[in-house]
């Protein structure tokens, strides 16, 4: 079950965004923005002005798709790394640890090659309840992951979720795609979450890198 196109989505996928982003920099911090059609669906450029955006959200997309696209966030460069994705792997029946080893293995991959990099993991975002728990226990190995790969974690679910893991419903039409009001409350706690990013200090010297298959592996 591929995700369908969220409100105000241009469903549209731009290659010339990183050429164009890397021949007109220019002193604002780069920022490549990873995901699926949530990401895809967001006016980041109008809502960080201060940030050069580029928007690599594609509607539809699974952690299969973001292994295949990692080569176009290492030839960007950027200087911040935001990513939330994951919750197509569920609709399509891959398993909770499909898409944990997808995301590790992308953001090992991304640290080695872009150390200088910051990055930002976001938890996968509630849905219809009966995906809260596979996407809770995502969500806790992503968590403890991060950190050694030198990126922080944004915890989306307390924002955005009921008590019984359901989606809240001011925030989608459909218990899984955002509208305006759940744009609003993403990006409540992601406007400071973007300021701490920018806090950390760039990396000097390489850090060593844990392989994926070293983690234990999420309960099924």
Not at 35 to 58: C, Q
Not at 65 to 81: F, K, S, T, Y
Not at 128 to 151: C, K, M, P, W
Not at 166 to 172: G, H, K, R, T, V
Request: aromatic letters at 6%; charged letters at 30%.
């Amino acid at each position: 079950m591929n995700d369908a196109q969220p409100d105000g989505a241009t469903g549209e996928h731009d290659d010339s965004l990183a050429h164009d982003a890397r021949d007109e920099r220019d002193e604002r911090d780069t920022v490549a923005f990873l995901g699926d059609s949530l990401t895809a669906g967001g006016r980041w450029a109008d809502w960080f002005p201060d940030l050069n955006v580029v928007n690599l959200g594609v509607d539809g997309s699974t952690t299969d798709d973001l292994i295949a696209r990692v080569d176009d966030v290492v030839e960007l460069r950027p200087d911040e790394i935001v990513m939330l994705i994951g919750t197509n792997d569920l609709g399509t029946r891959q398993t909770v640890e499909h898409l944990v080893r997808n995301i590790e293995s992308a953001c090992v991959r991304l640290r080695k090659e872009l150390p200088g990099s910051r990055m930002l993991v976001q938890s996968i975002l509630p849905r219809g309840r009966e995906y809260a728990r596979r996407i809770q226990d995502a969500n806790i190995h992503l968590r403890q992951f991060s950190s050694t790969v030198r990126a922080q974690f944004l915890d989306l679910w307390p924002a955005m979720a009921f008590e019984d893991g359901e989606l809240n419903a001011e925030f989608s039409d459909d218990r899984l795609h955002l509208n305006a009001a759940g744009y609003e409350a993403w990006l409540g706690e992601l406007r400071p979450a973007l300021v701490r990013l920018r806090e950390m200090p760039p990396m000097t010297t390489p850090i060593q890198i844990i392989r994926p298959d070293q983690y234990t592996r999420p309960p099924r």
